[in-house]
């Protein structure tokens, strides 16, 4: 049960020190009530209280954070089952796979391409998150060198793979210092495993198939001092992943078993379908999803995915309102006006853009919403359109009159035609058919 | 350790039956009952439902088809029959939606060559058939009505009504015993207002599948997976006016710029890509059927779905 912030506050030393960054012992207390704060920033807890309140008052999914500088990402930190009930937070890092026995070219040229690509959509650049390393050879020195590879090309993220504690030591030498992640502690390992985690600081994945399994090694684990963890779920089908990704996340969120309070590891390279598992390690709550590099067109769709998915639904992604333009428009080039829902303007635009003709973009700020969800509340409306032409100076851009409104926006033509002084031409519904529109009916 | 996946939840998702064997009156080779479920989606301790299934959709006039799917198919666009019969044997289909394409053209009127493509299209597959009429309100009326006398005992899905447009499709469906798709633009309150003026027409709910529209992924999938996800929740909550399997069909997907605009071998790659991905999150979130357009997607998705319904232990 999740204690409320007084009887929290009952346990802390009410001394207001400020040494965990809050003015006060109570909004401390209220931080740690909603999960927003970690017990540990508070130096001086006696192991009564830190025992009593450890468990219930930390997030309930731990954020653990993989890297150093730029490129580092955290992950964890969640609090729903389903994106609606709120938003999903920290997008999953999807690391490409190299294995020790690859030639030294190899390896640096897919590590050069984890840092160098990147993907732009709706205003975003998207990217791959790092690089895992495995053991294929079963040597120290072949891993070592690999290792090095990776490092002498980028310093990005990295997951080390390896069964043997005696190459991952000796990974450690060259990147101990940048937080890679040592995959994975076994029931078998885990004192080993822990002790280099512990030594250089790293993060941990734990491996078991059972529920129980993880529970035990994370516990396990943090005795010996690693709560940096992530949890492998040793899936050997899609629904053993599904499964037990959900049933962990909701044991998690709701503090039933606050030793399965880790994020996910998945490794989609155990897969027939490697988009298979990655597309539902996206949706079902992975948090670091290692992959073979994928193609040009299952990056675009994994990148594209994970975009979508981890939006938050309740802030639609917005464009400034104001004019754009589309190619060289000249004085009398169409005028198609627009809501500032950024996937109403990139839909458009991309369709504008394949119809080859120049035009302006007015997009007037209807706070995000669609067309026809801002017709339908009134918030699209003839003053909007009216304050927008006058603000983006459109009016001295083209000679003409004449303004192409969406097919959605129909019923306000009239009003728009009053307030404006502007011709009004309703355009169709469907952005595809924009092109074909423009060549029938636009006439300056 | 053996967590509530139930979560207190005491709904059921409704049941709807598809094509009709000979036993059933019909001529198909096997019929399917979907929906049912009690939790989320292939979280039911044993996996009964034949759902997902994955529906191939082919068209009577392909000049409104997608130019990546006519390169892939080849001649088969022209011969619906060969197409449906193709979709069966080869490409691994559960059902075939046929899209009547030819509606788009302006001024149609050639009716009974709608009734003549159907009756091919049924003799040439055994699969039972998705049916998806109109694209013009005004012919509304005899398309249905022809599709449905047509497809007479089949246990047809007919596609697609909206709001202030289902009266001639529900009146088909109620006339022959078909079932029909209700879709609404990506919200659950709009779904729902849907299937209660179809209750309140006497569609039966055991008679309609939800269409909460698939927004293309990278342009809105994540309205319609949350949708989708909201629509399963309110059923097992309970509500029977959202307790309705789902139909997902990503048609968007092969329009979107990345697609539309790449090039090569590559446009192969990333159409089946954009397919893929959107159908396996949309089954994931609760789509009962999966729409596709092309023949590699089916068997990837296959592949996927056979995955996702086996677990190894807990």
């Known amino acids: 049960m999740p204690l409320k912030a007084l009887d929290i506050y009952k346990l802390l030393p009410k001394k207001n020190c400020k040494e965990c960054g809050d003015p006060t012992c109570l909004t401390f207390a209220m931080k740690l009530a909603a999960g927003k704060a970690d017990i540990e920033l508070c130096p001086y807890l006696d192991e009564n209280a830190k025992s009593v309140l450890g468990a219930t008052t930390r997030p309930p999914i731990k954020l653990v954070k993989l890297g150093v500088g730029e490129r580092s990402f955290a992950v964890g930190e969640e609090f729903v089952l389903y994106r609606h009930d709120k938003t999903f937070y920290h997008p999953p890092g999807i690391m490409f796979r190299v294995l020790d026995t690859q030639s030294e070219e190899e390896i640096v040229a897919v590590t050069a391409r984890v840092h160098d690509e990147t993907l732009t959509r709706v205003g975003a650049d998207l990217k791959f998150n790092g690089t895992a390393i495995v053991n294929t050879s079963g040597t120290v020195e072949a891993y070592a060198k690999a290792v090095a590879a990776v490092e002498k090309t980028a310093g990005l993220p990295e997951v080390l793979v390896s069964d043997n504690p005696a190459a991952i030591a000796a990974a450690l030498v060259l990147c101990g210092s940048y937080h890679p992640l040592i995959c994975a502690a076994t029931p078998e390992n885990y004192k080993q495993v822990c002790a280099l985690a512990k030594q250089y600081g790293c993060r941990l994945v734990v491996k078991a198939p059972t529920l129980d399994g993880l529970a035990q090694l994370n516990r396990d684990c943090a005795t010996e001092g690693v709560t940096n963890i992530l949890m492998d779920l040793a899936p050997q089908t899609l629904g053993d992943f599904l499964y037990r990704s959900t049933a962990i996340r909701q044991l998690a969120i709701t503090r039933s078993v606050p030793d399965l309070g880790y994020p996910v590891y998945l490794d989609a390279t155990a897969f027939d379908d490697e988009d298979a598992a990655i597309a539902l390690g996206i949706v079902k709550y992975a948090s670091v999803i290692v992959t073979s590099p994928l193609s040009p067109a299952s990056a675009k769709a994994a990148l594209t995915l994970r975009q979508n998915i981890y939006t938050d639904p309740q802030k639609p992604i917005q464009m400034n309102p104001g004019l754009y333009r589309v190619g060289t428009p000249g004085k009398d080039a169409p005028v198609l006006m627009t809501v500032n829902f950024s996937l109403t303007y990139f839909t458009l635009q991309g369709y504008l853009e394949s119809s080859r003709i120049p035009c302006f973009m007015l997009i007037v700020d209807t706070e995000g919403l669609s067309v026809l969800t801002s017709v339908a509340a009134g918030k699209l409306n003839e003053a909007l359109v009216r304050d927008a032409i006058k603000k983006s100076g459109v009016e001295n851009e083209v000679t003409h009159r004449k303004l192409i409104i969406p097919g959605y926006a129909a019923p306000l033509s009239g009003r728009i035609e009053e307030a404006t002084g502007w011709k009004v031409l309703v355009g169709p519904r469907d952005a595809a058919e924009i092109g074909e529109y423009l060549i029938q009916e636009w006439k300056p | ?314």
């Open chain 2, 1 to 314: 350790m053996e967590p509530d996946l139930r979560f207190g939840w005491t709904g059921t998702v409704g049941e709807v039956i598809l094509g009709a064997t000979r036993s059933e009156g019909g001529t198909r080779s096997r019929s399917y009952r979907i929906g049912g479920g009690t939790t989320l989606p292939f979280m039911e301790k044993e996996v009964t439902s034949p759902s997902p299934l994955i529906a191939f959709e082919i068209c009577d006039d392909p000049q409104y088809w997608s130019p990546i799917v006519n390169d892939f198919c080849g001649e088969l666009i022209h011969d619906p029959g060969a197409w449906a019969k193709t979709a069966e044997a080869t490409y691994g289909a559960d059902l075939v939606r046929l899209c009547l394409t030819s509606t788009k053209r302006r001024d149609f009127s050639e009716i009974p060559e709608l009734g003549r493509t159907v009756e091919t299209v049924l003799a040439s597959t055994t699969l039972p058939l998705i049916i998806e009429g109109s694209n013009e309100p005004k012919i509304d009326s005899e398309v249905f009505q022809k599709c449905g006398e047509t497809g007479q005992n089949e246990r047809l899905l007919l596609g697609t009504a909206e709001a202030g447009r289902y009266r001639s499709i529900a009146a088909a469906a109620l006339a022959y015993n078909h079932a029909i798709i209700a879709q609404s633009p990506i919200d659950i309150n709009l779904a729902k207002q849907l299937n209660i003026l179809l209750k309140e027409i006497g569609v039966q709910k055991d008679h309609i599948v939800i269409d909460p529209y698939t927004g293309a992924l990278g342009y809105g999938f994540e309205y319609s997976y949350s949708a989708m996800e909201r629509i399963r929740f309110s059923a097992l909550k309970g509500d029977a006016d959202l307790a309705m399997p789902m139909i997902c069909a990503p048609s968007d997907s092969l329009t979107v710029k990345e697609v539309r605009e790449a090039e090569g071998t590559d446009r192969n790659a990333i159409a089946v890509e954009w397919e893929f991905a959107t159908s396996l999150a949309a089954a994931v979130a609760g789509a009962e059927i999966i729409c596709v357009r092309h023949p590699d997607t089916v068997r990837r998705l296959k592949a996927a779905i056979t995955g996702l319904k086996a677990r190894t232990g807990v």
